[in-house]
C-alpha cells in the first residue's frame, strides 16, 4: 500500500502541470487562477516506489471563501494524506509563503516544491535554499515544473521523506501562543487551534464537536479578543507576514535596480487605458471570425468533402454487397447522415478551443476580466463571470463546470443558468444551415443577431434573477493578475485536444445513440395496420411524425408550418448538433447531405419562409440546452428544484421570445424590419427593468450598487 | 484618505482595513496593516485597479479600496 500524497498551493501556482509531470496524466493546465476545481487523482510510480498523489483546488489561505477552495481545506483538515507536497511559486514567494506558513501549523509531515525557479532566477539576484529550508524546518527542492526540471530530485526526497507525524514548531509571539494553547486545551489540536483562532467559530463546520464544546470554544474567543488592540482576525494574519517578511528578507537578494519585466510591458498595451478596450474586442472578434469566418469555413468545407468522400465508399459498398433493407437505411440514414452534419462541424469547434486554449494559457483570460468587471458588474455579476461565460460560447458544459471558481453561491447559481443562452457552438451550425439556405446575402448578420440577442437574453435573466429570486449584494472581485507565459505548443495541443476529444465522445456515444434512435423513430410506423420499414414518402406515418403532428399545435403561433420542425427541435434536446442531422434526415436529404451540404438548402427554403426561419432559430437559441449541459447544470446547481425552475424559465423565455418575433412579423411590416423591431423591443424591456433597478436600488447614494455597505460611511465620513 | 483616492503611479501604507465583505481575503492575501502598496493602473473602463502588493499584481474593485484606508508615501517600490 503506497502513501497518498497531497498537492497543496496557491491558485496558478503550478500544481496541475506538477501532477502530471509526476503522474504522467494530462489534466488541462492554464495560466488564470481555478483551474482545478475538483480534487483529482493519479499514481506517481518511480522504479520501486508507488504513491497515490491527490491534486487539489489552489487556495490562497485556508480560510476559503469559495465552494473550490472548501474542498481542500476540508480535505487537509481531515488529515487523509500521509504528505503534503506544498507548491510555492519561488518568483511570488512572500504571499505563497503565507498558506505554508498556516499549513505549518498542522502535525502532517511535508515537503516544499519550489516552483518556477527558472522566473525567480530571472526575477532576483540569489535564493538561499538551505537557509529557507532551516527556516522553515522543512525540505525544500527547488524545480520548474513546467520544464520538467528538478522532478526527479522532487521523487527522490518525496521516497526518502519522513512519514511520522511532525511536531509543529511554536513560532509565534507569547500572547499570540497563549491564546493558540487556550484553544488546544479546548479541542486537543494545535492545527485546528490555529484554524479557530483566524476564521473563529466558523471553522467547526468541518469537525465534529458537542455542543458544550462549541460553547466553551465561543467564550474562549471572546475573552481571547480582549487581550489583542489590532482586529482580532488580522492579528495572526499580521504575525504570520511578519514572520515571513523576516524569512524572505533572510533568503532572497533582490536585484538593487527593479528590471521592467515582460508582463509589465505587455500589460502596458493590452490593460492600456483607451487602447485596452479595443484590443479587447479585436481579440475577441478574431477569434471568434477565425473559427466561424471564412477560415474557418474553408477549412470545414474541406474537412466535409473528406467525410462524405470516405462515407460515399462505404455506403457504395453496402449497397453493393445488398443487406437487409433496414440494415442499410439505419447506416445510409440513421448513422452517417447524423454523423455526417456533427463532425463537420468539428474544425470550427477545434480552431476556437484553441485560441480559448491560447487565451487562458498566456495569461490574458485573467486580463480579460480585468477588463470587463466594470461592465459585468452593472449587471450584478463579477468579471470573474466572463470567463465562464466566454467557455459557454464552445460549450456550455465545461462553461457550467467553471462557475464553480465564483466565489457567492448566488452568482454561481446566475452565471449556471444563463449560460445556456450564451448561444454555444453546437448551435452554430444551425444558424449555418437555415440562415445560409434562406437568408443567403444576409445570413451574417442573421447568425450575428443570433449571438447578440443571447447575450442581450442572458444579461437581462441575470438582472432579473440578480433583483428577485437571488438577492444579494453584487458580486465580488479579488483577482490576482499571473504573469504572462508563452503558451507551450504542448500545453495548447493537449488542452485543445482534451476538449475536441470531450466533444469526439460525445458524437461517438450520446450523439450516436440519439441518431439511431430518431432514425427507428423516423423510418418505422404503421401503414394501414402493419408495422414496417417506411419509405422516405411515408415518413409522415412514423413514430417521430405523429410525436411532431401531436405537438403542432403547441408550436404553430410560433410560426412552425410542418411537423419535422417540431421534431427537429425536440431532438436538440439530446444535443444541438442533431437538429440539422435530423432537418437532414427528416427532409429525407441524409444520403445526399453526403454530397453536398447544400442540398438541403431546396428543401428548407420550401418548408420555412424567412419569418418562420427566424422564429424557429430564436426558439433554438434560447431553449433549453442539451441533456450533457443539463447534466452539468444539476451538478452545479445542485438541486432537483433550481434545476427545474432554470429549464422552464428557459422554455418559457424561448416560447415567448420566438412568439413575438413571429407575430410581430406576421403583421406584415417585413423580415428586417422585424428583427429591427425585435432588438428594439427587447432594448425597451431592459432599460425599463433597468429603471425599475434604480429606482428601488437606493443603497447609498452616489455609489448604487458598490454592494458594500458601510464602505458609503467611511468616504462619508472623510467629506 | 483611503486607496481608491490614490492614482496611478502613488504608493500608500495601510493603516486599516474596514469591514466589507472580502476582508478575511484581502487580508490573506497580504494587505496587513502596515503593508506598503503601490497603485499600478486603473482598467480600461476606471475600475478596478491593479496594485502591486508584497511583489505581486493584484486587481480590486474601487468599492473594496475605499474600505482600505491608507496613508500616502513617497517612495516607490
Given at each position: 500500500m503506497g502513501h497518498r500524497i497531497a498537492l497543496v498551493g496557491n491558485p496558478n501556482s503550478g500544481k496541475t502541470t506538477l501532477f502530471n509531470g509526476l503522474t504522467g496524466s494530462n489534466q488541462s493546465v492554464g495560466n488564470w487562477p481555478g483551474v482545478t476545481i475538483e480534487k483529482k487523482s493519479g499514481k506517481l510510480k518511480h522504479q520501486n516506489f508507488e504513491a497515490e498523489i491527490v491534486d487539489l483546488p489552489g487556495v490562497y489561505s485556508l480560510s476559503t471563501i469559495s465552494l473550490e477552495e472548501e474542498v481542500t481545506t476540508k480535505y487537509i483538515l481531515s488529515k487523509s494524506m500521509d504528505l503534503i507536497v506544498n507548491i510555492v511559486d519561488a518568483s511570488n514567494l512572500e504571499r505563497n509563503l503565507f498558506l505554508t506558513h498556516q499549513l505549518l501549523d498542522s502535525s502532517i509531515p511535508m515537503i516544499i516544491a519550489?516552483?518556477?525557479?527558472?522566473?525567480?532566477?530571472?526575477?532576483?539576484?540569489?535564493?538561499?535554499?538551505?537557509?529557507?529550508?532551516?527556516?522553515?524546518?522543512?525540505?525544500?527542492?527547488?524545480?520548474?515544473?513546467?520544464?520538467?526540471?528538478?522532478?526527479?530530485?522532487?521523487?527522490?526526497?518525496?521516497?526518502?521523506?519522513?512519514?511520522?507525524?511532525?511536531?509543529?514548531?511554536?513560532?509565534?509571539?507569547?500572547?499570540?501562543?497563549?491564546?493558540?494553547?487556550?484553544?488546544?486545551?479546548?479541542?486537543?489540536?494545535?492545527?485546528?487551534?490555529?484554524?479557530?483562532?483566524?476564521?473563529?467559530?466558523?471553522?467547526?463546520?468541518?469537525?465534529?464537536?458537542?455542543?458544550?464544546?462549541?460553547?466553551?470554544?465561543?467564550?474562549?474567543?471572546?475573552?481571547?479578543?480582549?487581550?489583542?488592540?489590532?482586529?482580532?482576525?488580522?492579528?495572526?494574519?499580521?504575525?504570520?507576514?511578519?514572520?515571513i517578511l523576516t524569512i524572505c528578507n533572510a533568503v532572497l537578494t533582490r536585484n538593487s535596480v527593479e528590471i521592467e519585466s515582460s508582463t509589465d510591458k505587455i500589460d502596458k498595451l493590452l490593460t492600456h487605458r483607451i487602447l485596452g478596450l479595443p484590443l479587447f474586442l479585436g481579440i475577441m472578434f478574431t477569434v471568434f471570425y477565425l473559427s466561424f469566418g471564412p477560415i474557418g469555413t474553408f477549412i470545414t468545407d474541406g474537412f466535409v468533402w473528406l467525410i462524405e468522400g470516405f462515407f460515399s465508399i462505404i455506403i457504395g459498398g453496402i449497397e453493393s454487397v445488398g443487406m437487409a433493407p433496414w440494415v442499410s437505411s439505419l447506416v445510409i440514414n440513421g448513422i452517417f447522415g447524423g454523423l455526417a452534419a456533427v463532425l463537420g462541424f468539428l474544425p470550427q469547434l477545434t480552431i476556437l478551443f484553441l485560441f480559448l486554449?491560447?487565451?487562458?494559457?498566456?495569461?490574458?483570460?485573467?486580463?480579460?476580466?480585468?477588463?470587463?468587471?466594470?461592465?459585468?458588474?452593472?449587471?450584478?455579476?463579477?468579471?470573474?463571470?466572463?470567463?465562464?461565460?466566454?467557455?459557454?460560447?464552445?460549450?456550455?458544459?465545461?462553461?457550467?463546470?467553471?462557475?464553480?471558481?465564483?466565489?457567492?453561491?448566488?452568482?454561481?447559481?446566475?452565471?449556471?443558468?444563463?449560460?445556456?443562452?450564451?448561444?454555444?457552438?453546437?448551435?452554430?451550425?444551425?444558424?449555418?444551415i437555415i440562415a445560409g439556405a434562406i437568408f443567403a446575402s444576409h445570413s451574417y448578420l442573421v447568425v450575428f443577431s443570433m449571438y447578440i440577442i443571447g447575450i442581450m437574453v442572458a444579461i437581462m435573466s441575470a438582472i432579473l434573477f440578480k433583483k428577485t429570486i437571488l438577492k444579494g449584494a453584487s458580486a465580488n472581485y479579488l483577482m490576482e493578475l499571473p504573469e504572462y507565459r508563452m503558451p507551450t505548443a504542448k500545453n495548447t495541443f493537449l488542452h485543445t485536444w482534451e476538449r475536441v476529444k470531450g466533444f469526439l465522445i460525445k458524437a461517438g456515444t450520446i450523439l450516436l445513440g440519439a441518431f439511431i434512435v430518431i432514425w427507428f423513430l423516423s423510418y418505422f410506423g404503421f401503414v394501414d395496420g402493419t408495422f414496417r420499414l417506411l419509405s422516405y414518402e411515408e415518413i409522415e406515418y412514423s413514430f417521430l411524425g405523429l410525436i411532431g403532428k401531436a405537438l403542432l399545435p403547441i408550436f404553430s403561433p410560433i410560426g412552425f408550418s410542418d411537423w419535422q420542425a417540431t421534431v427537429a427541435i425536440l431532438t436538440g434536446f439530446?444535443?444541438?448538433?442533431?437538429?440539422?442531422?435530423?432537418?437532414?434526415?427528416?427532409?429525407?436529404?441524409?444520403?445526399?447531405?453526403?454530397?453536398?451540404?447544400?442540398?438541403?438548402?431546396?428543401?428548407?427554403?420550401?418548408?420555412?419562409?424567412?419569418?418562420?426561419?427566424?422564429?424557429?432559430?430564436?426558439?433554438?437559441?434560447?431553449?433549453?440546452?442539451?441533456?450533457?449541459?443539463?447534466?452539468?447544470?444539476?451538478?452545479?446547481?445542485?438541486?432537483?428544484?433550481?434545476?427545474?425552475?432554470?429549464?422552464?424559465?428557459?422554455?418559457?423565455?424561448?416560447?415567448?421570445?420566438?412568439?413575438?418575433?413571429?407575430?410581430?412579423?406576421?403583421?406584415?411590416?417585413?423580415?428586417?424590419?422585424?428583427?429591427?423591431?425585435?432588438?428594439?423591443?427587447?432594448?425597451?424591456?431592459?432599460?425599463?427593468?433597468?429603471?425599475?433597478?434604480?429606482?428601488?436600488?437606493?443603497?447609498?447614494?452616489?455609489?448604487?450598487?458598490?454592494?458594500?455597505?458601510?464602505?458609503?460611511?467611511?468616504?462619508?465620513?472623510?467629506? | 484618505m483611503t486607496l481608491s483616492e490614490l492614482k496611478p503611479g502613488e504608493s500608500g501604507r495601510i493603516i486599516h482595513v474596514y469591514s466589507n465583505n472580502l476582508r478575511k481575503r484581502i487580508i490573506d492575501m497580504g494587505l496587513t496593516n502596515g503593508t506598503v502598496i503601490k497603485v499600478k493602473k486603473l482598467a480600461p473602463l476606471g475600475d478596478p485597479m491593479e496594485i502591486l502588493v508584497r511583489g505581486y499584481f493584484l486587481t480590486l474593485r474601487k468599492a473594496e479600496a475605499r474600505t482600505i484606508e491608507i496613508e500616502r508615501i513617497g517612495v516607490d517600490l
Open positions: 519550489l516552483n518556477c525557479m527558472d522566473i525567480a532566477k530571472a526575477k532576483f539576484q540569489d535564493l538561499n535554499i538551505p537557509k529557507l529550508e532551516s527556516l522553515l524546518g522543512v525540505p525544500v527542492v527547488p524545480i520548474t515544473a513546467s520544464k520538467k526540471h528538478g522532478l526527479v530530485d522532487l521523487i527522490r526526497v518525496i521516497e526518502i521523506a519522513n512519514y511520522e507525524p511532525r511536531i509543529p514548531q511554536k513560532r509565534y509571539s507569547e500572547a499570540i501562543e497563549k491564546t493558540i494553547l487556550q484553544f488546544q486545551s479546548i479541542v486537543n489540536d494545535r492545527f485546528l487551534a490555529t484554524r479557530f483562532f483566524e476564521d473563529g467559530i466558523n471553522v467547526d463546520k468541518y469537525s465534529e464537536h458537542d455542543e458544550l464544546t462549541k460553547l466553551t470554544l465561543q467564550n474562549a474567543l471572546e475573552l481571547a479578543k480582549k487581550d489583542y488592540t489590532l482586529d482580532f482576525d488580522m492579528v495572526l494574519p499580521d504575525e504570520r507576514y511578519n514572520l486554449s491560447i487565451l487562458e494559457d498566456s495569461g490574458y483570460m485573467a486580463r480579460a476580466a480585468f477588463i470587463m468587471d466594470r461592465v459585468l458588474r452593472r449587471f450584478g455579476l463579477s468579471g470573474k463571470s466572463f470567463i465562464p461565460m466566454l467557455i459557454g460560447f464552445g460549450c456550455s458544459v465545461p462553461a457550467m463546470a467553471a462557475t464553480r471558481t465564483l466565489d457567492k453561491s448566488e452568482d454561481r447559481k446566475i452565471t449556471t443558468m444563463i449560460i445556456p443562452f450564451i448561444s454555444c457552438g453546437a448551435k452554430a451550425p444551425i444558424y449555418g439530446v444535443a444541438k448538433e442533431s437538429v440539422v442531422g435530423t432537418l437532414g434526415i427528416l427532409y429525407g436529404v441524409a444520403g445526399d447531405v453526403l454530397e453536398s451540404g447544400t442540398l438541403l438548402y431546396p428543401a428548407l427554403q420550401a418548408a420555412f419562409t424567412p419569418l418562420q426561419a427566424y422564429s424557429f432559430m430564436i426558439f433554438a437559441l434560447l431553449t433549453t440546452p442539451c441533456i450533457a449541459a443539463i447534466a452539468a447544470m444539476k451538478k452545479e446547481l445542485g438541486s432537483w428544484k433550481w434545476l427545474i425552475f432554470a429549464l422552464v424559465y428557459e422554455l418559457v423565455v424561448a416560447y415567448v421570445a420566438a412568439l413575438l418575433v413571429y407575430q410581430l412579423g406576421s403583421l406584415g411590416i417585413g423580415t428586417l424590419l422585424t428583427v429591427l423591431v425585435f432588438i428594439v423591443v427587447i432594448i425597451i424591456v431592459f432599460s425599463t427593468i433597468r429603471r425599475i433597478i434604480k429606482s428601488k436600488g437606493s443603497t447609498c447614494g452616489s455609489c448604487t450598487g458598490c454592494g458594500i455597505e458601510g464602505s458609503c460611511d467611511i468616504k462619508s465620513k472623510r467629506k | -
